[in-house]
């Protein structure tokens, strides 16, 4: 997971949608699925939460005199599986900078974070910046990420 900023940044788009006045629970829930994907794979615990998310129109609920305590529980929900992803999503792009620099020398750490923190990577750089790494390095920074992948 080589843009976790990115993804931080996406996360916490999402849970801005949570305030927005016109916000679509179904709508929501399906982007907020493929991303959770994207980042944590398929099996994540936090898509089989947020598959459970829903509002309750049963008579019961529509009854209650509390009125928007069923509303108020869906966003809650949403808001605190965003945040167990946004937390999670971090603690990754801590390890991706300690992995960094235990490896490389600081330079090249700083080297190496500026270029997979950008939007879109430059393959070129990317590249340059690989060659000059000793070879023993090159292994063992795939070694890592290949491991931290896995976990």
């Known amino acids: 997971m080589l843009k976790s900023k990115f993804y931080i940044e996406k996360l916490n788009e999402l849970k801005e949608e949570l305030d927005q006045k016109s916000f679509n629970l179904d709508s929501w829930k399906l982007k907020t699925t493929n991303i959770l994907r994207t980042i944590f794979g398929a099996d994540d615990i936090k898509i089989s939460q947020l598959e459970q998310i829903h509002y309750d129109y049963s008579s019961w609920a529509l009854r209650d005199s509390t009125g928007g305590k069923n509303i108020d ?7 605190a599986i965003i ?11 801590s390890n991706q900078q300690d992995i960094f620099q235990n490896i490389l020398n ?6 190496l974070s500026k270029i997979l923190n950008q939007k879109e990577i430059d393959d070129p750089i990317l590249k340059t910046l690989l060659q ?17 992948n896995k976990v």
């Open 73 to 79: 529980k869906v966003l809650d929900s949403a808001n």
């Open 132 to 148: 000059k790494l000793e070879e023993s390095q090159k292994v063992d920074l795939l070694q890592a990420l290949l491991k931290q």
């Open 106 to 111: 600081n330079e090249q750490s700083q080297e």
């Open 83 to 93: 945040d167990s992803a946004i937390f999670e999503a971090s603690i990754i792009a």
